[in-house]
């Protein structure tokens, strides 16, 4: 069974940094695409940026410039640098993965993280 397991949120003032990581673990071939998503109370899930396993990297407009995903293949891990925080930015922080188990089996499957909350005041 693969396990992503997130770490880095807390409360951060506004202007400020963080560094979320994820970090999958388990039985597994390979893993393509890793991503960020988002979720504050009241509101959808939302995409904040992707990755492929090549570094091909997508954000949301709403994180353009101030946010950066990056991985470390060899950790099977993802990273979110989240500079210039906003209030609006508080939600519970997600990351996935989609995986491909087994060499001789291409189907991918998505598997997710418990969250990690950021909340940002002052």
């Known amino acids: 069974q693969v396990q992503l397991v997130e770490s880095g949120g807390g409360l951060v003032q506004p202007g400020g940094s963080l560094r979320l990581s994820c970090a999958a673990s388990?039985?597994?071939?390979?893993?393509?695409?890793m991503g960020w998503y988002r979720q504050a109370p009241g509101t959808q899930r939302e995409l904040l940026a992707t990755?492929?396993?090549?570094?091909?990297?997508n954000y949301a407009d709403s994180v353009k410039g101030r946010f950066t995903i990056s991985r470390d293949n060899a950790k099977n891990t993802v990273y979110l640098q989240m500079n210039s925080l906003k209030p609006e930015d508080t939600a519970v922080y997600y990351c996935?993965?989609?995986?491909?188990?087994?060499?001789?089996?291409?189907?991918?499957?998505?598997?997710w993280g418990q969250g990690t909350q950021v909340t940002v005041s002052s």
């Open positions: 996935n993965a989609d995986v491909q188990l087994e060499m001789w089996v291409s189907t991918r499957n998505r598997y």
């Open positions: 388990g039985t597994m071939f390979r893993i393509d695409i």
């Open positions: 990755i492929t396993s090549g570094g091909s990297t």
